[in-house]
């Protein structure tokens, strides 16, 4: 009895046990092994199928997130809704890059569509669709039902994203009409028996994916069963028969996770192809069963030893190795169409996948970690930086504050602190360049240049530093004149950083070349020097943001890292490509800038002449900063102008009917009335309505000087305030 039970308590006696009772009644036996094929065919079918549901409803949801991600983009886009062309523009060139979306598009509030990537023939109003009714009442994301495009004739779903402004009030819609075709491409994709049926149905119940024959049902409604189905429990199995006569198996899955879209997935497959391999066993186990009689026993206890006990028991051992962390761990077992090769496969691909994650998770945590040491040194040189040009300042303020300073010192200073707070605008403008660029916010003014011309301009403006460090500089020009169609102001910003990177890491006395020649139609600008050179780990990142070579106390204003960068994204958007090569360490660099070369005829510039004399004037500023006030009239009373100054606009208003000023020098944040209101103000009054406005502040944006445009300036200058401008300005008056 106790050898009986310890035998009933082992694998192998049980598998002798199931064979004992395998000597049962025919009949019997093979309605009870039916049964149980049967239900184990469902079972797997049902897992299988669920597994392979909700892989689909993943892979469209994912699509669905990718198109969130866009349009959260797209909404937060500047002025988006405010010019059209640009708008226009921006998402023609997001449609051709996003080959899966048949439109993109923004909605006003009134349902007119205000700009498309697909141009329309008439107006188009979208007042009547569901998806921009409850995307304005919602405020969030919204996936549409199946939509018959109006203006692309394609099968779609409009997915939209409100625009709001700085109150979270809705001011528009931007939507991208996905390509059914292409949300489509992941189903045609999985292998299905013949019967099955895959669809994909929105919350209306209209289809708008389908295996096979997607073409002929995107928009028709699902049967009522299927459709109740649907809406019930999605993890739940049903079997429904179709309108076609087939009952099959079908599992749901909702495509996406807190609320992304109502869309639900559905899998069917015939019962009939489910149940087949168990019939066919039942007929089978008919026809062996004598045999079987036989040789159970015996199989039992000596094959199962091999097919099944020590598998198991590898499966076994391999699961206990990958729980305790051992994900290279494999089960060792040949694949083959039974149950525990499947298990074995599943174990092992279980096992690969976490190890898979495991590497991508370190790979990922390294790279956070060379994020977080780029952002750290990042922000140490950005204060040592803005702080280097702080130390001659405050002590050139201090020497004229003394009193003390002769002539030629107050000279040498006022170059000194000229010098220092034009440093630090290049910073702030390179700092600006890079997040416009990264942005997609410049825009490149093309035009044929010569490239002669930009050449003359980039060395006039490096030359001083290679002077001050007594560089020897070569030029050498082609003997032809070569032309280039670009932005002449970008493409000398280009050359001068790159330039003024030579000066920066060559010794005193060093050589730099700068070569100009044509190259297979292109044009070539090599600038050679013999300076530190580069290891091959920073030729590697040189172009990167923020990358430096190691810095010395003869390179102090080695800047921030970012002219290099910057050469390489305006370069990118001429269409042309920087590279960079040096022997290594001490073995010098050369930087080689290839554009597109054009024969297009450049048409010289006529510049006019600006006159340096005038007559004196009477002149208004207004500004709280109260040092940059007295300054500001210092300076103009020392050209012999008339100047009265006020710190808040209510007082500029008072001074201008006294004084009749025939130039306004305004800053914008005042603390009573912002410069644009006191612009508007001052245009009211008699005493001051055909005066000169200069705006004077620190905002730089595009937006910011049209708005002050609109109020009745008649310029705009940046602070740090551009002295020569100004006073160009004033002789022209």
Not at 695 to 719: L, P, T, W
């Amino acid at each position: 009895m106790a050898f009986l039970l310890f035998s009933l308590n082992s694998l192998r006696g049980r598998l002798l046990l199931l064979v004992a009772l395998a000597i049962a009644p025919i009949a019997v036996m093979t309605i009870i092994s039916g049964i149980r094929e049967h239900d184990h065919a469902i079972s797997v079918a049902e897992e299988n199928l669920q597994r392979l549901t909700n892989l689909a409803a993943a892979n469209e949801a994912q699509s669905i997130e990718s198109a969130r991600q866009i349009l959260r983009d797209l909404a937060s886009v500047p002025d988006l809704m405010k010019d059209q062309a640009r708008c226009n523009n921006l998402l023609d060139s997001i449609q051709r890059q996003n080959g899966d979306y048949a439109n993109f598009g923004v909605i006003q509030l009134n349902g007119d569509v205000n700009c498309t990537a697909i141009p329309s023939s008439g107006q188009v109003n979208l007042r009547d669709r569901s998806h921009f009714r409850r995307a304005v009442h919602l405020k969030r994301f919204v996936a549409g039902g199946y939509i018959f495009g109006r203006v692309i004739q394609k099968h779609t779903v409009n997915l939209t994203y409100p625009i709001l402004d700085d109150d979270e009030q809705v001011r528009g819609v931007v939507f991208a009409a996905m390509d059914l075709t292409k949300l489509d491409r992941f189903v045609a994709d999985i292998q299905l028996p013949p019967g099955s049926v895959l669809m994909t149905a929105d919350s209306e119940g209209k289809i708008i994916a389908r295996k096979p024959n997607p073409e002929q049902w995107f928009g028709k409604p699902v049967w009522p069963e299927l459709r109740a189905a649907m809406a019930g429990e999605p993890g739940k199995p049903v079997q429904l028969t179709g309108p076609d006569g087939v009952e099959r198996l079908h599992r749901f899955a909702r495509v996406g996770n807190n609320g992304l879209t109502d869309y639900t997935v559905t899998i069917g497959i015939p019962v009939a192809d489910i149940t087949a391999v168990a019939r066919r066993d039942q007929v089978m186990d008919l026809l062996a069963l004598a045999v079987t009689l036989v040789l159970a026993m015996l199989a039992a206890w000596f094959v199962g030893d091999v097919l099944v006990l020590r598998r198991v028991k590898m499966l076994a051992t391999t699961a206990n190795s990958i729980a305790s962390g051992s994900l290279g761990a494999r089960s060792g077992i040949a694949y083959g169409k039974e149950e525990i090769s499947e298990l074995a496969r599943a174990l092992d691909a279980m096992a690969a996948a976490l190890q898979d994650k495991e590497r991508q998770h370190l790979k990922a945590e390294a790279q956070l970690r060379l994020a977080d040491q780029r952002k750290d040194e990042f922000l140490a040189m950005l204060a040592h930086e803005l702080r280097n040009p702080l130390a001659p300042i405050s002590a050139g303020a201090q020497l004229l504050r003394s009193g003390n300073a002769s002539p030629a010192a107050v000279d040498r200073t006022a170059d000194i602190i000229v010098r220092q707070v034009n440093h630090m605008t290049r910073l702030i403008d390179d700092l600006l360049d890079v997040s416009r660029v990264t942005r997609g916010l410049v825009t490149i003014t093309r035009a044929p240049l010569n490239v002669a011309a930009v050449v003359a301009d980039a060395v006039e403006q490096a030359e001083p530093m290679m002077r001050a460090r007594q560089h020897r500089f070569e030029l050498v020009m082609p003997e032809q004149p070569l032309q280039v169609m670009g932005d002449h102001k970008r493409l000398v910003q280009v050359l001068v950083n790159v330039l003024n990177n030579a000066a920066k890491y060559t010794p005193s006395g060093g050589e730099i070349v700068l070569r100009v020649q044509e190259d297979e139609g292109n044009v070539r600008l090599q600038v050679r020097d013999n300076g530190i050179g580069m290891s091959h780990e920073l030729r590697g990142r040189v172009f990167e943001l923020f990358a430096q070579a190691d810095r010395s106390s003869d390179r102090s204003e080695g800047g921030l890292g970012l002219g290099l960068a910057l050469v390489k994204m305006l370069v990118e958007l001429h269409g042309g490509t920087v590279t960079v090569d040096s022997g290594g360490e001490r073995q010098g660099s050369t930087f080689s800038i290839v554009l597109p070369a054009t024969e297009a005829q450049v048409v010289p510039v006529a510049t006019k002449p600006v006159s340096a004399t005038g007559s004196l004037l009477r002149v208004l500023v207004v500004d709280d900063n109260v040092d940059a006030a007295q300054t500001l009239q210092l300076l103009l009373e020392a050209a012999g102008h008339e100047v009265v100054v006020a710190h808040t606009a209510h007082g500029g208003l008072e001074a201008a009917q006294r004084l009749e000023p025939q130039l306004c020098l305004l800053d914008i944040g005042l603390p009573d009335l912002n410069g644009n209101d006191l612009a508007r103000g001052l245009r009211m009054l008699g005493a001051s309505k055909h005066a000169t406005l200069v705006a004077v502040s620190g905002y730089g944006r595009r937006e910011d000087r049209e708005i002050s445009k609109a109020a009745g300036f008649d310029h705009y200058f940046v602070k740090p305030l551009d002295l020569d401008a100004l006073l160009a300005v004033i002789a022209r008056l």
